[in-house]
């Protein structure tokens, strides 16, 4: 693109935005670092409304930081109830600890000092400089690749996206300097609302006159990678499932889990299924079994 296209589009992203945001708890002039900590850590793999649903009754159990550091395991975990995939609050917790102990609370706002922290990614850390600490830096999740992907690259098919080093060169130079925040939260919501994954709505999307790929791609969903399942059930529904009981009954043994959720003729193969189940959980830190007890881990 020219300099003037540049302008023009950037232009037209901002004024979009201006009228057309998506509004949520954690999209605030400047939001809390907190909030954007913990609202960006459930995000990442956790829909919008879920997420809008259960942040609120997150921060009445853990309204600081110093208070989520002191969450045992097991309190994470039970607070994180319906959220998935339980090891994003355990190294949240332990960011948490980490700044309490390192930066006296305050979550510190170079890039280094946040790729440091338990959990924080590059986009994690990108995203509290932007929204929260008002620093011009390029934000890039999965979202934005695809968005910029298609705009400034010839897509062939929805599945495609261009490679990370052409978008980190884009994404550096296309933001409009002392906007990184709105900007960011624009194409988000621009990918979030037209230029969806599968089925983008290039005839509705206001950036279309901008975008190489408009209207061009060929529909295609990339194969699931195999993850290891049971019954026909992927491992981390079993691992949720037992979790769940966990959370409600604090001690099981491991034949009461098998019982749980297989009824009283479980198969050898079923126990055997389980036993993996609980050495994962295990591996990750969110439950203890000592002998035949199993329980939610403390610490
Ligand atoms: S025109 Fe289509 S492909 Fe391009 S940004 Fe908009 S929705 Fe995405």
């Known amino acids: 693109m020219k300099s003037k296209d540049i302008q023009n589009f950037q232009n037209t992203v901002l004024d979009w935005y201006k009228h057309n945001k998506r509004e949520f708890l954690w999209r605030r002039e400047t939001p809390e670092p907190f909030l ?13 409304s879920r997420v809008a649903e259960k942040l609120p009754v997150f921060f009445e159990q853990f309204p600081t930081i110093f208070a989520l550091a002191e969450a045992s395991n097991a309190d994470i975990i039970r607070a994180w109830k319906g959220m998935g995939y339980n090891n994003r609050a355990l190294r949240l917790r332990d960011a948490a600890r980490l700044i309490g102990e390192r930066y006296n609370g305050q979550i510190p706002q170079s890039l280094d000092e946040l790729l440091a922290l338990p959990g924080i990614g590059r986009y994690t850390a990108t995203a509290l400089m932007s929204f929260s600490f008002k620093i011009d830096i390029a934000v890039v999740d999965v979202n934005i690749r695809r968005v910029y992907s298609r705009i400034f690259f010839k897509m062939e098919t929805t599945a495609s996206v261009a490679p990370e080093k052409e978008i980190n060169e884009i994404a550096d130079m296309i933001y409009p300097k002392n906007q990184s925040s709105e900007w960011h939260q624009a194409i988000m919501d621009i990918g979030a609302l037209y230029c969806t994954a599968r089925q983008p709505e290039c005839k509705k999307c206001p950036l279309q006159i901008f975008c190489i790929s408009a209207g061009a791609m060929i529909e295609y969903t990339s194969p699931k990678r195999a993850e290891p399942s049971y019954n026909g059930i992927p491992r ?64």
């Not at 954007?36 to 919008?48: A, G, I």
């Not at 098998?258 to 439950?287: C, M, P, S």
């Open 236 to 299: 981390r529904i079993w691992r949720g499932r037992t979790v769940e009981l966990l959370r409600s009954a604090s001690i099981l043994t491991s034949e009461s889990i098998n019982h749980f959720l297989f009824g009283e003729f479980a198969t050898q193969d079923d126990h055997k299924w389980i036993r993996q189940v609980l050495l994962t959980l295990e591996k990750d830190g969110i439950i203890l079994q000592n002998e035949n007890v199993v329980q939610l881990r403390e610490n």
């Open 36 to 48: 954007t900590l913990v609202s960006e850590v459930m995000l990442q793999q956790t829909q919008t």
